[in-house]
């Protein structure tokens, strides 16, 4: 199984931002299929005295078809959407996309709506800093 580029920059932002990564990558097993999630986190929340818990799909959109790339990535968060609500339903899946993938595409208008309609949660990243600039649910 292949890392995606971005990878250990997600979780370093990730560990940064005071989560903590229980699973890399995140094992999971439904209607047959065996799957891997690039990340599984939680972080503690003090003020609920809970824990929340999350999966985390990495992208990098380093292809030259931005389009391409996130007919893929639609694809993957929809089965580990379906899966986790099975599996673990206390997990909440994002998709880790980089700062200027977002601004370029994920701001127009079909990438906007097929997000809305499908419910994607998105992590937002900059690379260099290695820090997340935006959580989009």
Do not use: C
């Amino acid at each position: 199984m292949a890392k995606d580029f971005f990878h250990d920059v997600v979780r370093r932002s990730l560990e940064k931002d005071g989560w903590t990564i229980t699973d890399d990558p995140l094992f999971l097993r439904f209607g047959g299929i065996e799957m891997y999630i690039d990340l599984g986190a939680e972080q503690i929340l003090a003020a609920e005295r809970g824990t929340e818990k999350i999966a985390v799909e990495v992208k990098s959109f380093l292809a030259p078809s931005t389009t391409v790339e996130f007919n893929t990535a639609l694809g993957q968060f929809l089965k580990y959407q379906l899966a986790l609500e099975q599996v673990q339903p206390d997990r909440v899946l994002y998709l880790a996309i980089p700062i200027d993938t977002y601004d370029s595409f994920f701001t127009l208008e079909l990438p906007q709506l097929l997000i809305q309609r499908y419910q994607v949660h998105l992590i937002v990243y900059e690379p260099e800093d290695e820090v997340i600039v935006l959580w989009k649910k």
